[in-house]
T-cell receptor
């Protein structure tokens, strides 16, 4: 039990589909994150939410749309993706977004394949 | 600005041998340093962290790391490798006011 649960674990979608990734944390944390992990590339921070407010958006294309309805849930809505968007998408949480000495707690990720 | 360099994208050791994974960082502020491990088909899990205080940090699964300011290093070690240690290891640095930056990762292979 990681404390951070991501669904689905695997997703295959065509370039014209719309799908959503879901993340839920049971740790009472106030900050949640989306990361993209591609082969042979460092982890890329996509979005940061603090108490449901987006505090960071790292130049992510608009085909990725995050949503944080409350501090325990985070979604990543996907539409008109490209094959290069295929990757492992990791959700993470931490106590506070600005508390940089606090570790991140990660979910097991969603393996996304865009065909 | 901060950055992390992990020397060696792949490291191979024999079971029972010393594990040494290298991490060097640059930081404009006193760093907070982390090692994470990622097993196949899983997310990242915290192994250990250094924020302040003792420079030798002990983590889970018998791993430890030493913060050496003069060398800007935070190398990860384990005296005796187990097959179950095979995974990818990530070093990361942050600091007061600075967001977390990850290294590119080192894949550890353990040979029987």
């Amino acid at each position: 039990e990681t404390g951070v649960t991501q669904t689905p674990r695997h997703l295959v979608m065509g370039m014209t589909n719309k799908k959503s990734l879901k993340c839920e944390q049971h740790l009472g944390h106030n900050a949640m994150y989306w990361y993209k992990q591609s082969a042979k590339k460092p982890l890329e921070l996509m979005f940061v939410y603090s108490l449901e407010e987006r505090v960071e958006n790292n130049s992510v294309p608009s085909r990725f749309s995050p949503e944080c309805p409350n501090s325990s849930h985070l979604f990543l809505h996907l539409h008109t993706l490209q094959p290069e968007d295929s990757a492992l998408y990791l959700c993470a949480s931490s106590q506070e977004a600005g508390q940089t000495n606090s570790p991140l707690h990660f979910g097991n990720g969603t393996r996304l394949t865009v065909t | 600005a901060q950055s992390v360099t992990q020397l060696g994208s792949h490291v191979s050791v024999s079971e029972g041998a010393l594990v040494l994974l290298r991490c060097n960082y640059s930081s404009s502020v006193p760093p907070y340093l982390f090692w994470y491990v990622q097993y196949p088909n899983q997310g990242l899990q915290l192994l250990l962290k250094y924020t302040t205080g003792a420079t030798l940090v002990k983590g889970i699964n018998g791993f430890e790391a030493e913060f050496k300011k003069s060398e800007t290093s935070f190398h990860l070690t384990k005296p005796s490798a187990h097959m179950s240690d095979a995974a990818e290891y990530f070093c990361a640095v942050s600091g007061r006011g600075n967001k977390l930056v990850f290294g590119a990762g080192t894949i550890l292979r353990v040979k029987s």
